[in-house]
T-cell receptor, first 119, second 112 residues
């Protein structure tokens, strides 16, 4: 039983195209995230949703638009793809998420990643 | 700004002990995590520290000193399967929300 799943696993596309990546978690978590891991392996947060509400939006180009139809799903749509968008995109989820100062672990669980290559 | 430093690469011998250090300068510190990431796979949770001291979990231990902005991950009885990247991540609390800031990771190679 996959906890956090993403589709597709690999995505190869031409510059200028529009593409979407889907993420689903069956952990019953309230919060979901999108991260980008570049060629230098730096894992950086892009967006976070808590119960379908956008709560973290880092300085990401507005060509990237996340959508959360329900708290178990978080999709990422990318318009007008550029070469620099090539990376691995990870979805993650956590139980209580990001609201309020916490001392509990509230671990983030990551999906398998989507390797996007823009040609 | 937020800054997390860890060595880029380390090598060690099977059966040995290795310590991976992480130093951080962040505001709103609210816990430190270590994740393991094998090549081509997702990061998986290893350990969490929010108070000073040592947390032990089988072959893995993690230490935190908040006053020094310092943590380390200790791996004992190294196995070949421990060859992976180890990511130090600081949870920061700001504007009512927490987020994880990751270091660039330390690539550990375990040799026979």
């Amino acid at each position: 039983d996959t906890a956090v799943s993403q589709t597709p696993k690999y995505l190869v596309t031409q510059m200028g195209n529009d593409k979407s990546i889907k993420c689903e978690q069956n952990l019953g978590h309230d919060t979901m995230y999108w991260y980008k891991q570049d060629s230098k392996k730096f894992l950086k947060i892009m967006f976070s949703y808590n119960n379908k509400e956008l709560i973290i939006n880092e300085t990401v180009p507005n060509r990237f638009s996340p959508k959360s139809p329900d708290k178990a799903h978080l999709n990422l749509h990318i318009n007008s793809l550029e070469l620099g968008d090539s990376a691995v995109y990870f979805c993650a989820s956590s139980r209580r998420g990001t609201s309020g100062a916490q001392t509990s672990t509230d671990t983030q669980y990551f999906g398998p990643g989507t390797r996007l290559t823009v040609l | 700004g937020q800054n997390i430093d860890q060595p880029t690469e380390m090598t060690a011998t099977e059966g040995a002990i290795v310590q991976i250090n992480c130093t951080y300068q962040t505001s709103g510190f609210n816990g430190l995590f270590w994740y393991q990431q094998h090549a081509g796979e997702a990061p998986t949770f290893l350990s969490y520290n929010v108070l000073d001291g040592l947390e032990e979990k089988g072959r893995f231990s993690s230490f935190l000193s908040r006053s020094k902005g310092y943590s380390y991950l200790l791996l004992k009885e190294l196995q070949m399967k421990d060859s992976a990247s180890y990511l130090c991540a600081v949870r920061t609390f700001s504007g009512g929300y927490n987020k994880l800031i990751f270091g660039a990771g330390t690539r550990l190679a375990v040799h026979p």
